[in-house]
Nanobody, 113 residues
Framework: QVQLVESGGGLVQPGGSLRLSCAASIFSFLTMAWYRQAPGKQRELVASITKYGSTNTADSVKGRFTISRDNAKNTVYLQMNSLKPEDTAVYYC?????????WGQGTQVTVSS
């Protein structure tokens, strides 16, 4: 069983930055990713990173969001810059072993003036 602990969400003004963290109890994944879900919308992939370090970022956040990892801390990060009101959502950490999928509890990000 993998435990995921997310942190870093909050309220930020448009144009601001936040960094989300997802700490895993075991750091032996095939892929880790950040998803988000806005009210009334489906959950969507924001960014992912593989065990080999390859990353993928959704077109809607490309150039603004960056996913990275710290193996020493068993943590994956999502650096979010130039935030827009449409980035407002609950952000979820996803951990995929190749057989099993785990989700974090979600962290709220609100972009508003």
């Amino acid at each position: 069983q993998v435990q995921l602990v997310e942190s870093g969400g909050g309220l930020v003004q448009p144009g601001g930055s936040l960094r989300l963290s997802c700490a895993a109890s075991i750091f032996s994944f095939l892929t880790m990713a950040w998803y988000r879900q806005a009210p009334g919308k489906q959950r969507e992939l924001v960014a992912s990173i593989t065990k080999y370090g390859s990353t993928n970022t959704a077109d809607s956040v490309k150039g603004r969001f960056t996913i990275s990892r710290d193996n020493a801390k068993n943590t994956v990060y999502l650096q979010m810059n130039s935030l827009k009101p449409e980035d407002t959502a609950v952000y979820y950490c996803n951990y995929y072993t190749g057989m099993l999928t785990y989700w974090g509890q979600g962290t709220q990000v609100t972009v508003s003036s």
